[in-house]
């Protein structure tokens, strides 16, 4: 059990934070377990014929199973709140070779031969590591990152949804069933780690909602890295499903256009998205949109240029089983 102890400051300066290079690590994972996160196996039957031809030992060995420790800069938590890959490489090969050696020292067991040349040359070694990273990313992540980085947007929008009913301490209302909390005590159900941390009062805790984690839940924990909890976000199960389910009942109260189009954000998505994805027009798309809205089924977010919907707590109960 892994204890975070926050003062009223930590919890003031709690935040999110989205990182495609816990995506790739997490992915690497779900890659050599796949029957652990059944959820994931369409990903895993697609993209594993594209990688046959890609590059990524160094990166394989690094991410060993049973996973108890991934060396830390593999899974830096993100200063700001949406790093690009290219960013998070760039600070990857810019890490001091002593900062490089410090967490490969907390693998248990021999270190892998690449491993074991990365500790004797960081330099080249985590050049090497950056380049591999960026094919693994082409050939497995990129032509998914839309969808996931929607899921995503849609997490951190519904944590703040119920921070501001809730306080908050509703950030971590069922955040996961690992982790749960108490007065002033975060609690994560790690089996082997058994520790009691206070936070500094200068950083609080950085959530890192990330797909491929699923189901579990890893912690940032070893100095002088923040603090962070890498989490799934909430919709992974219907991530890769092809066709959306729509229940007959809401059809007939709602009509089966809206009742399709609140099944299919339970990924949020943009007007764009919900018409290729149904077959309607972006305006008739746009119409139902509205309709469910104003109705208090679907919520509207702006992101940047981007105009997301989400379907809310009302529609949830309309679609639950």
């Known amino acids: 059990m892994l204890t975070w102890e926050f003062s009223a400051q930590d919890l003031a300066l709690t935040r999110f934070a989205r990182s495609p290079l816990c995506e790739v690590v997490t992915s690497v994972e779900v890659l050599k377990d796949p029957g652990r996160r059944a959820v994931h196996l369409p990903w895993v ?162 959530l890192v909602p990330t797909v491929f984690a699923w189901p579990g839940v890893f912690s940032q924990l070893n100095p002088p890295w923040q603090p962070g909890l890498v989490y799934p976000p909430r919709g992974v199960a219907t991530l890769w499903e092809e066709a959306v389910a729509v229940p007959d009942g809401l059809a007939r109260v709602i009509g089966r256009a809206r009742a399709r189009l609140l099944a299919e954000l339970a990924v949020p998505a943009t007007t764009t998205e919900l018409a290729a994805r149904t077959g309607l027009s972006a305006a008739t798309v746009s119409h139902h949109l509205s309709a469910l809205h104003d109705a208090g089924l679907a919520a509207r977010h702006r992101t940047g240029r981007t105009v997301l919907y989400l379907r809310t707590a009302a529609a949830e109960l309309l679609l639950a089983d």
């Open 45 to 206: 039957r697609k993209v594993r014929p594209r990688l046959a031809g890609v590059e990524w030992e160094l990166l394989s060995q690094l991410v060993r199973l049973p996973t108890v420790y991934v060396p830390d800069f593999l899974t830096p938590v993100p200063d700001g709140g949406s790093p690009t890959l290219e960013q998070q490489l760039a600070a990857l090969t810019a890490l001091e070779p002593a900062a490089v050696r410090r967490d490969l020292a907390r693998l248990d067991g021999e270190p892998p031969p690449l491993v074991a040349e990365l500790a004797k040359d960081p330099e080249r070694g985590m050049s090497r590591l950056a380049a591999e990273v960026a094919a693994y990313w082409q050939a497995a992540i990129a032509p998914y990152w839309s969808r996931t980085e929607r899921l995503v947007e849609g997490e951190i929008l519904r944590r703040a949804r119920q921070a501001a009913e809730s306080g908050p301490a509703g950030l971590f209302t069922d955040l996961h069933p690992q982790v749960g909390w108490e007065r002033d005590l975060l609690r994560i159900g790690h089996r082997h780690v058994d520790v009691h941390r206070r936070l500094d009062g200068a950083r609080g805790l950085v």
